[in-house]
Nanobody
């Protein structure tokens, strides 16, 4: 069982930066790939970024590539999402998730079996 707690969301103006954190419980945090997804009202949950268990490999949605950076600190059981040059269209609830072992599609929410409660990010124009 893994529990995830996100933090760091807030209300910012376009062009600003935020860093989201996701603290995980459990001794095997370093064994799993992790990801960030987001979901806006009335829309489906959308893949944002994924990081391998070791942190050596990262993947991003085209919409955030070059602006967002995912990282992790396995000693602290924490994954981060640094968000720069924020746009109003980035407004969403952001969720971190643990990737299911053996699942191949890192960009599908069905590949993840543990989720946090989410943190709201609102970007004003």
């Amino acid at each position: 069982q893994v529990q995830l707690v996100e933090s760091g969301g807030g209300l910012v103006q376009a062009g600003a930066s935020l860093r989201l954190s996701c603290a995980a419980s459990g001794r095997t945090f370093s064994s799993y790939a992790m990801a960030w997804f987001r979901q806006a009202p009335g829309k489906e949950r959308e893949f944002v970024a994924c990081i391998s268990a070791s942190g050596d490999n990262t993947f991003y949605a085209d919409s955030v590539k070059g602006r967002f950076t995912i990282s992790r600190d396995n000693a602290q059981n924490t994954v981060y999402l640094q968000m720069n040059s924020l746009k109003p269209e980035d407004t969403s609830v952001y969720y971190c998730a643990v990737k299911r072992p053996g699942s191949s599609r890192y960009n599908l929410h069905t590949s993840y079996n543990y989720w946090g409660q989410g943190t709201q990010v609102t970007v004003s124009s």
